[in-house]
């Protein structure tokens, strides 16, 4: 099998790419391999300043973009504001295991920020995306179930792994029902998704004040974690590689740190009842919906 490597990722000159999170972690390592490749890299952060500094160190033509994803207004105003067609989007930005708390629409952050705000996202940006769409998901969705009765733990004592592990699960899901509907408008456009392994970001500092348990289990990630450059792979040969829609990528081997490659994952992840039912679900809670617009482009 051959090894893929940033050095794999083919010209990206002319294109754009939009990429979420990109002020730090693999969001930045896979803009930086994109902005090499000549993309035009547009950086979607929640601390423009930060994401100025990244992208002062940038090669190209690069843009910084505020867009809060725990903020539906937000997430409108940053798909207004951006102009013209986008080649790839990288739903990358997300937290990780935070103690309770809410966006500011009022759903649980993990949820709302990680699976809400770039589903909505996606689909205001779709009539203008023309090649694929790829979503970071992680390892831990086979700890999630979607949980339609108590999808913000306004019932449940909340439990920061189970929510991340829903949150993670709803990408996995909305991957494959927006990869199902672009099929049946004959779309060009493709969804993929991807997961880094145990890779070295920041995700894990919005963990403080959580449980013991999830404290330790971030510990000992971090010790086995991969540099952010190594964790980007997977994202890069999701957006880059010629891989089928609904393809799922990440490390393989021994503590998911062997060679990228097309990944399995939980049954659950695979139930297209339940991502329709979730696509729908989605759609009342962001008022956004699927665009008649991304059918099809000569």
Known sequence: MTTFTAHDVPSQAGRTVVVTGASSGIGRAAAEVFAARGARVVLAVRNPAKGQ????????????????????????????????PVDVLVNNAGIMMPPLGRTTDGFESQFGANHLGHFALTNLLLPRITGRVVTVSSGGHRRG????????????????????GQSKLANLLFTLELQRRLEEVGSPVSATAAHPGLAMTNLGHSSEGTSRRADLMLSVARRLARTEEA???????????????????????????????????????RDADVARRLWSVSEELTGVRFPLGAARRP
Request: proline fraction near 7%; charged fraction near 20%.
């Open 53 to 84: 500094q990244v992208a002062a160190r940038l090669p190209g033509r690069t843009e910084v973009h505020r867009l809060e994803l725990g903020d539906l207004s937000s997430v409108r105003s940053f798909a207004d504001g951006l102009e013209g």
């Open 231 to 269: 964790g980007a792979l997977p994202t890069l040969y999701a957006a880059t590689a010629d891989i089928p829609g609904g393809s799922f990528a990440g490390p393989g081997g021994l503590l998911q740190r062997g060679p990228v490659r097309l990944v399995g994952r939980s049954r659950a992840a």
């Open 145 to 164: 179930t979607i949980a339609f009765d108590d999808l913000d733990w306004t019932r449940r004592d909340y439990q920061p792994l189970a929510a991340y």
